[in-house]
Structures are given as C-alpha cells and as structure tokens.
C-alpha cells in the first residue's frame, strides 16, 4: 500500500522501517498519511487531502493525550501501558481507534525499558491498521472522554522526597535513560531508581549490618535480632 509517512525521532524510524519491511511503498502522494511522532497538528483542510484518512501512533489513549505521555505514565504509577494506531481529526489524540495493544509495566521499569516496549509494538500495530483501512474492515473504537497533558520542559525534573517512597521511585525512573534530564532534587541528580523485582527480597546490606529489604513500595533497613 502507498503511504506518505510524517514524523520526527524513534517512532518514526521504527514505524518507517517496519512499513518497508511488508512492503508498503513510501511515497510523497497518497490515499493515506501515517504519522509517527508528528510535531504538528494538522488542520480539516489537511486531513481531507487524503481520502481513506490520517492515522496517527500513539500510547496511552485516551487518558493520556497530548505531550510525553510515557514519561506521564510512569510517574502515575499506570499498571498496564495502551498503545493504539487512531484517526486524526481535527482535536489533540482524539480520533477513533484502528488497533490496539498493551504491555505490563515493571516495578523497576524506567523510560528506556518501557520506550523499547511501546517500540515493538508500532510496527505491528500499523500494519494491522492499514490492512484494515486497504480491505475496508475498520471497526471504529470511539475513545472515551480523555485528559490532555503538557509538554514536560527540564524544570519539571525536579523533585521532593516529602513523599511516598514509591512516587519517589517512579519519578526519578520515568526521567532515567534518555527520557528527559534526570531527576533532581536541589543540588543532587539521580540516574536510577531500585526497589527490587519483588517484595521481600534483600538488595544490600550497609556498613553498621542493617539489610535494604525490598518492600511493596520501596525499601526498609532492617535490623537483625
């Protein structure tokens, strides 16, 4: 199928590469444009020049429309993270939905480790959704009610420890490997956040003998009797 492919960063060098893997021919004109990471918002005269539509990847509709929701995700603490091929229209993300799919988060998962999951899964995922949209078998998903959320800028790095230990991992976790600057707290910068695989298990142990012990949402130094 011919497709003009719009788009900026890893999304759409995955997206591009996998469109030509199965064959599809990647022109200047067509019927249908897929976006990938696509930095503007196209108006209804845009849309309208391709016939059988605008299609656009996206993870985290319709709760997390708009800007790093990945990063959003993370720090919420979302179990399972959606991924979706949609329509464009002329709102933010909030077009009828194509394909789907979702991957688990981990306890100790960071912006890296999720980002090569959502990876996987657009190739995937557009290839479903064009199959469909050249066979005419889309059945439209209309997205519920949803969220916007703001573009993230290096200040929003910064962090308080007067909070739940969790939310302290989770955010230093979401900002780690590439996401955005690491996150900070005063004077301090943090690449990594670790609680454990799993509660209960022991992950050091400190100079004065107390063991780090992995607890449901952080750690405890424990004192052995």
């Given at each position: 199928?011919?497709?003009?492919?719009?788009?900026?960063?890893?999304?759409?060098?995955?997206?591009?590469?996998?469109?030509?893997e199965f064959g599809h021919t990647i022109a200047?004109?067509?019927?249908?444009?897929?976006?990938?990471?696509?930095?503007?918002?196209?108006?209804?005269?845009?849309?309208?020049?391709?016939?059988?539509?605008?299609?656009?990847?996206?993870?985290?509709?319709?709760?997390?429309?708009?800007?790093?929701?990945?990063?959003?995700?993370?720090?919420?603490?979302?179990?399972?993270?959606?991924?979706?091929?949609?329509?464009?229209?002329?709102?933010?993300?909030?077009?009828?939905?194509?394909?789907?799919?979702?991957?688990?988060?981990?306890?100790?998962?960071?912006?890296?480790?999720?980002?090569?999951?959502?990876?996987?899964?657009?190739?995937?995922?557009?290839?479903?959704?064009?199959?469909?949209?050249?066979?005419?078998?889309?059945?439209?998903?209309?997205?519920?009610?949803?969220?916007?959320?703001?573009?993230?800028?290096?200040?929003?790095?910064?962090?308080?420890?007067?909070?739940?230990?969790?939310?302290?991992?989770?955010?230093?976790?979401?900002?780690?490997?590439?996401?955005?600057?690491?996150?900070?707290?005063?004077?301090?910068?943090?690449?990594?956040?670790?609680?454990?695989?799993?509660?209960?298990?022991?992950?050091?142990?400190?100079?004065?003998?107390?063991?780090?012990?992995?607890?449901?949402?952080?750690?405890?130094?424990?004192?052995?009797?």
């Amino acid at each position: 199928m011919k497709v003009v492919v719009k788009g900026t960063g890893a999304y759409y060098e995955r997206g591009l590469a996998y469109l030509q893997e199965f064959g599809h021919t990647i022109a200047d004109s067509a019927n249908v444009l897929v976006c990938l990471a696509h930095p503007k918002i196209l108006t209804a005269a845009q849309i309208a020049e391709y016939p059988k539509g605008c299609i656009n990847f996206h993870c985290g509709l319709p709760n997390y429309r708009g800007r790093h929701p990945l990063q959003w995700m993370l720090i919420d603490g979302v179990k399972r993270i959606p991924c979706a091929v949609h329509y464009m229209d002329e709102g933010i993300d909030t077009g009828d939905i194509i394909s789907e799919s979702s991957f688990e988060v981990d306890r100790n998962e960071t912006y890296a480790s999720a980002l090569e999951k959502v990876l996987k899964l657009v190739g995937p995922l557009l290839i479903e959704a064009l199959y469909k949209i050249e066979h005419d078998q889309v059945r439209r998903k209309v997205q519920e009610i949803g969220r916007y959320w703001q573009r993230r800028t290096a200040a929003d790095s910064e962090f308080s420890f007067d909070q739940p230990s969790v939310c302290v991992h989770r955010f230093v976790n979401a900002m780690a490997d590439g996401g955005m600057p690491n996150a900070f707290c005063g004077d301090m910068k943090f690449k990594r956040s670790h609680i454990g695989e799993k509660p209960g298990r022991i992950l050091d142990t400190t100079t004065d003998g107390r063991y780090v012990v992995a607890t449901a949402d952080g750690v405890v130094l424990l004192e052995r009797a």
